[in-house]
């Protein structure tokens, strides 16, 4: 089984800086995908990003992007210019590839909060 | 878009109640999940389905059983409910055979048993 693990359970920052949001994960398979997901106080779980482990290269969406390191098992989420509608849950997520989801479902770090201050 | 419905956002019942969650997509997907998230543990499966009348155990099934009786249809049952199983309960559904595609979340049920 795989686990995933958030060092962060709160960061703050102040609007418009640079936040980077730690993910470190274990687990023995080869093939996997990696997720950032966001939850405001709406509750809605928003799926922020997505990297394919054997992609080399690091994925983007606009203000986000990641670091993936996969020998270091490490998968961290930066946020640049960072705005008040970003303050949420962030949770880092892990599922094999194949599966679709299956019994395995996601397997979710215990998040980390982020509050960008005004 | 995808949209995943729960038919309550917040939920009060009383310990030993059956009661029931339930979850519809309008997307035809073949995958559904119920999953349980509690501050600090982030979320947890507790049951999956990949078709209609299947069903797998997650990582805490206790206490929760399913029924999917219709592809677009999941429910989540707590046969006798307890003040343990009060927590944030997310549905989410998926494409089969797209691994890697993403899920698609209900916005949650605030479950409370006094």
Same mark, same amino acid.
Do not use: W
């Given at each position: 089984? +795989?686990?995933? %693990?958030?060092? +962060?359970p709160e960061?703050?920052?102040?609007?418009?800086? %640079?936040? %980077?949001?730690?993910?470190?994960?274990?687990?023995?398979?080869?093939?996997y995908?990696?997720?950032w997901?966001?939850?405001?106080?709406?509750?809605q779980?928003?799926?922020?990003?997505? +990297?394919?482990?054997?992609k +080399?290269?690091?994925?983007?969406?606009?203000?986000?992007?990641?670091?993936?390191?996969?020998?270091?098992?490490?998968?961290?989420?930066?946020?640049?210019?960072?705005?008040?509608?970003?303050?949420a849950?962030?949770?880092?997520?892990?599922?094999?590839?194949?599966?679709?989801?299956?019994?395995?479902?996601?397997?979710?770090?215990?998040g %980390?909060?982020?509050?960008?201050?005004? | 878009? @995808?949209?995943?419905?729960?038919?309550s956002?917040?939920?009060?019942?009383?310990?030993? !109640?059956? /009661?029931?969650?339930?979850? /519809?997509?309008?997307?035809?997907?073949?995958?559904?999940?119920w999953y349980?998230?509690?501050?600090?543990?982030?979320?947890?499966l507790?049951?999956?389905?990949?078709?209609?009348?299947?069903?797998?155990?997650?990582?805490?099934? !206790?206490?929760?059983? @399913? &029924?999917? !009786?219709?592809?677009e249809?999941?429910?989540?049952?707590? !046969? &006798?409910?307890?003040?343990?199983?009060?927590?944030?309960?997310?549905?989410?559904?998926?494409?089969?055979?797209?691994?890697?595609?993403?899920?698609?979340?209900?916005?949650?049920?605030?479950?409370? /048993?006094?």
């Open positions: 089984a +795989q686990t995933v %693990t958030q060092s +962060q960061m703050s920052v102040q609007e418009a800086e %640079t936040v %980077t949001l730690s993910c470190t994960y274990d687990t023995s398979e080869n093939n995908y990696l997720f997901y966001k939850q405001p106080p709406s509750r779980m928003i799926l922020v990003i997505r +990297q394919e482990a054997y +080399q290269q690091n994925a983007t969406e606009n203000r986000f992007s990641v670091n993936f390191q996969k020998a270091a098992k490490s998968f961290s989420l930066k946020i640049s210019d960072s705005q008040l509608g970003d303050t849950m962030y949770f880092c997520a892990f599922m094999k590839h194949g599966s679709g989801g299956g019994a395995d479902g996601l397997t979710f770090g215990k %980390t909060h982020l509050i960008i201050q005004p | 878009d @995808v949209k995943v419905t729960q038919s956002r917040y939920l009060v019942k009383r310990t030993g !109640e059956k /009661v029931f969650l339930e979850c /519809v997509q309008d997307m035809d997907h073949e995958n559904m999940f349980r998230q509690d501050p600090g543990l982030g979320l947890r507790i049951y999956f389905s990949y078709d209609v009348k299947m069903k797998e155990k997650g990582d805490i099934p !206790e206490g929760y059983s @399913v &029924s999917r !009786e219709k592809k249809r999941f429910s989540l049952i707590l !046969e &006798s409910a307890s003040t343990n199983q009060t927590s944030m309960y997310l549905c989410a559904s998926s494409s089969a055979g797209e691994a890697g595609e993403k899920l698609f979340f209900g916005s949650g049920t605030q479950l409370s /048993v006094l």
